[in-house]
T-cell receptor, first 114, second 111 residues
Framework: DAKTTQPNSMESNEEEPVHLPCNHSTISGTDYIHWYRQLPSQGPEYVIHGLTSNVNNRMASLAIAEDRKSSTLILHRATLRDAAVYYCILRDGHRGSGTYKYIFGTGTRLKVLA | DGGITQSPKYLFRKEGQNVTLSCEQNLNHDAMYWYRQDPGQGLRLIYYSQIVNDFQKGDIAEGYSVSREKKESFPLTVTSAQKNPTAFYLC??????????FGPGTRLTVT
C-alpha cells in the first residue's frame, strides 16, 4: 500500500488561507488522493478527493502536482471550526468490488489562531 | 436523517470480559468498516464487510470478531483475547467507490 507523509502540525491565523501539504512519492497510476479531517473526539469526515486534476468543492480545494507525487489541500479562509487533524490518504481505484482499505497516517494537526 | 450511529459513546469493562460495540447505518450502504484509534495515532482497520454475511480481516483483527447478518448492522465484539482493548473505536460505511462515512465513535476503557 502506498504511503503518505504529512507535517505533524501547522498553525494558521483565522480568515487566512491554509495550505496543507502531502507527499506520496510511491503513488500508483490508479491511486486516488483522499482528504479527511477529524475534529476532537469525533469520527473523520470526508473533505475532498482527486486523481489528476485540481478539484474544488464547498469545503476546500485540492491541488495535485503534475507528477502526482504530492498534493496540497487548500482551505481558502480558515475558521476556528477548521481546527482538526487532516489526513491525506491514497485509495486504490482498481479494486473490483469497490470496497477498499484506507491507510491512515498520523495526519496534520491544524491549529487556527483567533 | 441518514447516518451512522454507534452506541454507547463511552463504555467501561473489566479485564477478561467480552464486550460488543454497536454500529447501525440507515444510508443503505453495502460496505461497512471498523477502525481502532489510539491516542495521537491514525485509524487502523480491524474488519470490513462488503455485503451481508461476508466480512474480511483488516490489519489488526486479532482479538476481535464481527458479524453482518443485516445490511444496516455491523457489531464488533472485543474479546478477552485482545491484549490492549482500551481505544477509540470507529465504524464507517460506504457505497462502492464512494467516500466512507464515519460514526461518532465509542470510547472503550478496560480496567
Amino acid at each position: 500500500d502506498a504511503k503518505t507523509t504529512q507535517p505533524n502540525s501547522m498553525e494558521s491565523n483565522e480568515e487566512e488561507p491554509v495550505h496543507l501539504p502531502c507527499n506520496h512519492s510511491t503513488i500508483s497510476g490508479t491511486d486516488y488522493i483522499h482528504w479527511y479531517r477529524q475534529l476532537p473526539s469525533q469520527g473523520p469526515e470526508y473533505v475532498i478527493h482527486g486523481l489528476t486534476s485540481n478539484v474544488n468543492n464547498r469545503m476546500a480545494s485540492l491541488a495535485i502536482a503534475e507528477d502526482r507525487k504530492s498534493s496540497t489541500l487548500i482551505l481558502h479562509r480558515a475558521t476556528l471550526r477548521d481546527a482538526a487533524v487532516y489526513y491525506c490518504i491514497l485509495r486504490d481505484g482498481h479494486r473490483g468490488s469497490g470496497t477498499y482499505k484506507y491507510i491512515f497516517g498520523t495526519g496534520t494537526r491544524l491549529k487556527v489562531l483567533a | 436523517d441518514g447516518g451512522i450511529t454507534q452506541s454507547p459513546k463511552y463504555l467501561f469493562r473489566k479485564e477478561g470480559q467480552n464486550v460488543t460495540l454497536s454500529c447501525e447505518q440507515n444510508l443503505n450502504h453495502d460496505a461497512m468498516y471498523w477502525y481502532r484509534q489510539d491516542p495521537g495515532q491514525g485509524l487502523r482497520l480491524i474488519y470490513y464487510s462488503q455485503i451481508v454475511n461476508d466480512f474480511q480481516k483488516g490489519d489488526i483483527a486479532e482479538g476481535y470478531s464481527v458479524s453482518r447478518e443485516k445490511k444496516e448492522s455491523f457489531p464488533l465484539t472485543v474479546t478477552s483475547a485482545q491484549k490492549n482493548p482500551t481505544a477509540f473505536y470507529l465504524c464507517a460505511s460506504s457505497i462502492p467507490w464512494g467516500e466512507q462515512y464515519f460514526g461518532p465513535g465509542t470510547r472503550l476503557t478496560v480496567t
